[in-house]
């Protein structure tokens, strides 16, 4: 007996032991977070296509370690061995490449210009990062850099060997740039031009740099050559060095900023957000503010890596749209206008494809940020009213990428869900004008507008191009007009309009192969039609992968397939056909089609934003355990926090907002309504605090990797058989439990009554 409770007690103290030395997500997230998931991609294949980004979230300026040559959009390669800078960038996505760059660089020893000459060594053993902060030694020159981040603003600390030959080399990159080295004020300013479109003709991206030791060596450069006794310069490609006498750990301190504005307001940016704090002082804010966001979810399991992968996918899904404005002298909100080049009141918000986060990202911020989502619809309305069409593709202005009108889809989720704060009716002009108009970029409005609103379909041999995917997305934006027209009390005819457009997906819908097919003018199938190829009449997909894209609708697309088992059977087949495609549209395997043959799951590409919706369908058809067995896999299979950690495009958000709403249960299948498709809750709890103070509790306490099924929940205490939630109840708080075992269960959530929104329905 007594043996027995010496034990007792030795246990109880070993895990009290344990528990106190095991780190607490709950009070610290940002440790958790591995901002070099997804940075091991290339052009041929993507695990992420992400960069480390040292910032603070929606922030205007992020840094980065650049591995890359200037101008190449894959700036930090995790297999590279040598870093050329350390760069100020605005980058949403390679394919979109960067603006408003330059970087820095400490040297030692002779000073090299030319960036191939002067990149240093670098190991990951000697790397830390993290969002708040990056560390690296660089091993040629025997310096330590740390970065810290403001919104608008960093703060970076040099440890320095003992030399009189220590530099610190600012880079103001090709195509434009000017430079002025003031050493009495032991300063540079500045401006850099580079950019890769989407900017009117005056833009800059203003810099200032101020050091904490005077400078024993000035001299600025241009190209790759010193101009002796030069301290300022504008030409092409233009740059400074400043130089410093040094004892073995001397660490030096350097704070900048930049703005879009003005120099002044690049240096009123620098005294708001740095001042007089210590590189230390601005970690620490940085770190609070990071933990605060992160801790606004908090969940709970055993599986380490599960914890890591969802809150390095959280912080993602706070890194864009970034916040592209600033406070002036009077502290009032003022942007520089990426659309017409004046500076205006207002907010304003960029970097971000709506073809992507239309699907997951803004639901998460309708969510949880309502308020945010408020200053992002205003920045909406106040892009139309500076460029008059509402932005698809913003990178910071226009860009000419990719496709659909899926800004209804942001607006309409905004309103249906309760967030107020911003112009609604010039936004409904805005979505309303793209219905009739093509815009300055094929992007932007509806190209194949006039044949879309006459036949109901954009056709395939009129020369727009994807025109099969346009057709499904413009019917679906129809569905979020309908919706936002009804709330706003519009005409009947014309919300009768729109929901009669939202039917269109049926024209193009095949019903001898049950799929989604290109149309001709005539009214005939394009033929011939393989339902493997990619591109051509679809985006980044094929007809596979498309045939889903009936958000508004999927009763509908049931009753086309001939009724719920057939529309199963349908669903099952993208994961049992092999993984064949036919890659002639665009002559070579493209990356998004390389990511779906190698990940063993048939014909399903998770890797682009398409189908991501997919599994959650099987709900709509009484068989809701598939959607969670498959939910399982492909969080099991397809996501890790390591730098190879995604399969496929990150994409500013997207592919983790899958994952962040996914593991809780529940997603956003049909933004414009109200309701969220429940999958199968990986965590054993997680705890969501809501902008109103409430807490939403998702319990599933048996959940681990083998009990996925979902045997019975309930909601607030009383039995729940539907397949989804409710926004209002998630926003009012309280508790979803779910009991979960390893079987699939035949009772649960297979009613049509249980089923999700569907407009049929």
Same mark, same amino acid.
């Given at each position: !007996?007594?043996?027995?409770?010496?034990?007792?007690?030795?246990?109880?103290?070993?895990?009290?032991?344990?528990?106190?030395?095991?780190?607490?997500? #709950?009070?610290?997230?940002?440790?958790?977070?591995?901002?070099?998931?997804?940075?091991?991609?290339?052009?041929? %294949?993507?695990?992420?296509?992400?960069?480390?980004?040292?910032?603070?979230?929606?922030?205007?300026?992020?840094?980065?370690?650049?591995?890359?040559?200037?101008?190449?959009?894959?700036?930090?390669?995790?297999?590279?061995?040598?870093?050329?800078?350390?760069?100020?960038?605005?980058?949403?996505?390679?394919?979109?490449?960067?603006?408003?760059?330059?970087?820095?660089?400490?040297?030692?020893? =002779?000073?090299?210009?030319?960036?191939?000459?002067?990149? =240093?060594?670098?190991?990951?053993?000697?790397?830390?990062?993290?969002?708040?902060? +990056?560390?690296?030694?660089?091993?040629?020159?025997?310096?330590?850099?740390?970065?810290?981040?403001?919104?608008?603003?960093?703060?970076? $600390?040099?440890?320095?060997?003992?030399?009189? =030959? *220590?530099?610190?080399? %600012?880079?103001?990159?090709?195509?434009?740039?000017?430079?002025?080295?003031?050493?009495?004020?032991?300063?540079?300013?500045?401006?850099?031009?580079?950019?890769?479109?989407?900017?009117?003709?005056?833009?800059?991206?203003?810099?200032?740099?101020?050091?904490?030791?005077?400078?024993?060596?000035?001299? *600025?450069?241009?190209?790759?050559?010193?101009?002796?006794?030069?301290?300022? #310069?504008?030409?092409?490609?233009?740059?400074?060095?400043?130089?410093?006498?040094?004892? $073995?750990?001397?660490?030096?301190?350097?704070?900048? /900023?930049?703005?879009?504005?003005? &120099?002044?307001?690049?240096?009123?940016?620098?005294?708001?957000?740095?001042?007089?704090?210590?590189?230390?002082?601005?970690?620490?804010?940085?770190?609070?503010?990071?933990?605060?966001?992160?801790?606004?979810?908090?969940?709970?399991?055993?599986?380490?890596?599960?914890?890591?992968?969802?809150?390095?996918?959280?912080?993602?899904?706070?890194?864009?749209?970034?916040?592209?404005?600033?406070?002036?002298?009077?502290?009032?909100?003022?942007?520089?206008?990426?659309?017409?080049?004046?500076?205006?009141?207002? +907010?304003?918000?960029?970097?971000?494809?709506?073809?992507?986060?239309?699907?997951?990202?803004? &639901?998460?911020?309708?969510?949880? +940020? &309502?308020?945010?989502?408020?200053?992002? !619809?205003?920045?909406?309305?106040?892009?139309?009213?500076?460029?008059?069409?509402?932005?698809?593709?913003?990178? @910071?202005?226009?860009?000419?990428?990719?496709?659909?009108?899926? =800004? /209804?889809?942001?607006?309409?989720?905004?309103?249906?869900?309760?967030?107020?704060?911003?112009?609604?009716?010039? #936004?409904?002009?805005?979505?309303?004008?793209?219905?009739?108009?093509?815009?300055?970029?094929?992007?932007?409005?509806?190209?194949?507008?006039?044949?879309?609103?006459?036949?109901?379909?954009?056709?395939?041999?009129?020369?727009?191009?994807?025109?099969?995917? $346009?057709?499904?997305?413009?019917?679906?934006?129809?569905?979020?007009?309908?919706?936002?027209?009804?709330? %706003?009390?519009?005409?009947?005819?014309?919300?009768? %309009?729109?929901?009669?457009?939202?039917?269109?997906?049926?024209?193009?819908?095949?019903?001898?192969?049950?799929?989604?097919?290109?149309?001709?003018?005539?009214?005939?199938?394009?033929?011939?039609?393989?339902?493997?190829?990619?591109?051509?009449?679809?985006?980044?997909?094929?007809?596979?992968?498309?045939?889903?894209?009936?958000?508004?609708?999927?009763?509908?697309?049931?009753?086309?397939?001939?009724?719920?088992?057939?529309?199963?059977?349908?669903?099952?087949?993208?994961?049992?056909?092999?993984?064949?495609?036919?890659?002639?549209?665009?002559?070579?395997?493209?990356?998004?089609?390389?990511?779906?043959?190698? !990940?063993?799951?048939?014909?399903?590409?998770?890797?682009?934003?398409?189908?991501?919706?997919?599994?959650?369908?099987?709900?709509?058809?009484?068989?809701?355990?598939?959607?969670? +067995?498959? *939910?399982?896999?492909?969080?099991?299979?397809?996501?890790?926090?390591?730098?190879?950690?995604?399969?496929?495009?990150?994409?500013?958000?997207?592919?983790?907002?899958?994952?962040?709403?996914?593991?809780?249960?529940?997603?956003?299948?049909? @933004?414009?309504?109200?309701?969220?498709?429940?999958?199968? @809750?990986?965590?054993?709890?997680?705890?969501?605090?809501?902008?109103?103070?409430?807490?939403?509790?998702?319990?599933?306490?048996?959940?681990?990797?083998?009990?996925?099924?979902?045997?019975?929940?309930?909601?607030?205490?009383?039995?729940?058989?539907?397949?989804?939630?409710?926004?209002?109840?998630?926003?009012?708080?309280?508790?979803?439990?779910?009991?979960?075992?390893?079987?699939?269960?035949?009772?649960?959530?297979?009613?049509?009554?249980? *089923?999700?929104?569907?407009?049929?329905?």
């Amino acid at each position: !007996m007594m043996k027995r409770k010496f034990f007792t007690v030795l246990f109880s103290v070993l895990n009290i032991f344990a528990l106190a030395q095991k780190p607490s997500h #709950l009070t610290d997230p940002v440790e958790w977070v591995n901002p070099l998931m997804g940075t091991q991609s290339k052009f041929s %294949l993507s695990a992420g296509n992400t960069y480390p980004a040292i910032a603070m979230p929606w922030g205007m300026n992020f840094w980065m370690p650049q591995t890359g040559k200037m101008g190449d959009g894959w700036s930090y390669g995790y297999d590279a061995e040598k870093i050329r800078g350390f760069k100020q960038t605005h980058q949403p996505s390679p394919w979109i490449n960067d603006y408003g760059q330059f970087s820095v660089l400490p040297i030692t020893g =002779s000073i090299k210009i030319d960036e191939e000459s002067r990149a =240093s060594w670098f190991s990951h053993k000697a790397e830390t990062a993290k969002p708040h902060f +990056y560390k690296v030694y660089l091993a040629d020159y025997d310096v330590t850099t740390e970065i810290t981040p403001t919104e608008r603003a960093a703060q970076f $600390r040099f440890t320095f060997p003992k030399t009189d =030959s *220590a530099f610190v080399l %600012l880079d103001a990159f090709d195509r434009g740039s000017y430079v002025k080295i003031i050493p009495s004020e032991k300063k540079i300013i500045g401006y850099t031009t580079k950019n890769s479109g989407g900017v009117p003709s005056n833009f800059k991206n203003y810099f200032v740099l101020i050091f904490d030791k005077a400078f024993t060596f000035s001299s *600025a450069f241009h190209g790759t050559t010193l101009a002796k006794d030069t301290l300022e #310069l504008k030409a092409g490609h233009v740059g400074a060095v400043v130089g410093f006498k040094t004892f $073995r750990g001397e660490k030096i301190g350097l704070k900048v /900023a930049s703005s879009f504005i003005s &120099p002044e307001q690049a240096e009123l940016n620098l005294k708001r957000e740095i001042g007089t704090d210590t590189f230390d002082q601005t970690f620490e804010k940085g770190r609070k503010t990071w933990n605060h966001e992160l801790s606004r979810i908090q969940v709970e399991g055993e599986d380490i890596d599960q914890i890591r992968t969802f809150y390095s996918c959280l912080y993602r899904v706070m890194l864009f749209p970034r916040k592209f404005y600033e406070f002036d002298s009077k502290n009032q909100v003022v942007h520089y206008s990426p659309y017409n080049g004046q500076t205006k009141p207002g +907010y304003m918000f960029t970097d971000n494809g709506f073809w992507d986060t239309f699907r997951a990202v803004f &639901p998460f911020f309708t969510l949880m +940020y &309502p308020t945010l989502n408020a200053q992002i !619809m205003q920045g909406l309305a106040n892009a139309y009213d500076e460029s008059g069409f509402l932005p698809e593709w913003a990178s @910071p202005g226009h860009r000419d990428c990719m496709i659909g009108s899926n =800004s /209804a889809s942001l607006i309409t989720d905004s309103y249906i869900k309760g967030i107020r704060g911003y112009d609604i009716d010039k #936004l409904y002009e805005a979505i309303i004008k793209n219905t009739n108009h093509a815009g300055p970029v094929s992007s932007v409005g509806r190209f194949g507008h006039a044949y879309y609103n006459e036949l109901g379909y954009v056709p395939y041999d009129v020369k727009v191009n994807e025109n099969a995917a $346009r057709t499904l997305e413009y019917a679906y934006a129809d569905f979020c007009i309908s919706q936002l027209a009804k709330s %706003l009390k519009k005409p009947q005819a014309e919300i009768d %309009l729109y929901l009669k457009r939202s039917q269109n997906y049926r024209n193009i819908f095949d019903p001898e192969t049950k799929w989604m097919r290109g149309k001709n003018k005539d009214g005939q199938f394009q033929k011939p039609f393989s339902p493997f190829k990619w591109g051509d009449a679809f985006t980044e997909g094929n007809s596979i992968h498309y045939t889903w894209s009936v958000f508004q609708d999927m009763k509908g697309l049931v009753g086309l397939m001939g009724g719920r088992e057939a529309f199963v059977q349908k669903l099952d087949t993208v994961f049992t056909l092999p993984p064949i495609f036919d890659d002639s549209y665009y002559g070579f395997p493209i990356h998004e089609i390389r990511e779906m043959q190698i !990940m063993n799951m048939g014909n399903y590409a998770h890797g682009n934003q398409p189908i991501q919706h997919m599994i959650y369908l099987y709900n709509y058809a009484g068989a809701p355990s598939k959607a969670q +067995y498959w *939910a399982r896999e492909v969080m099991k299979k397809l996501y890790q926090p390591t730098p190879d950690g995604y399969c496929g495009d990150e994409d500013n958000g997207q592919t983790s907002a899958w994952y962040v709403f996914s593991s809780l249960g529940f997603y956003p299948v049909t @933004p414009g309504t109200t309701q969220y498709v429940i999958g199968s @809750p990986l965590f054993k709890k997680a705890t969501l605090t809501m902008e109103n103070g409430k807490k939403f509790t998702i319990e599933a306490p048996a959940s681990n990797s083998t009990n996925m099924y979902i045997q019975s929940v309930a909601l607030n205490g009383k039995p729940y058989n539907n397949t989804f939630l409710e926004h209002g109840d998630i926003q009012k708080g309280g508790t979803v439990r779910f009991n979960m075992s390893s079987k699939a269960t035949q009772t649960w959530g297979i009613k049509p009554e249980n *089923a999700p929104f569907s407009l049929s329905k």
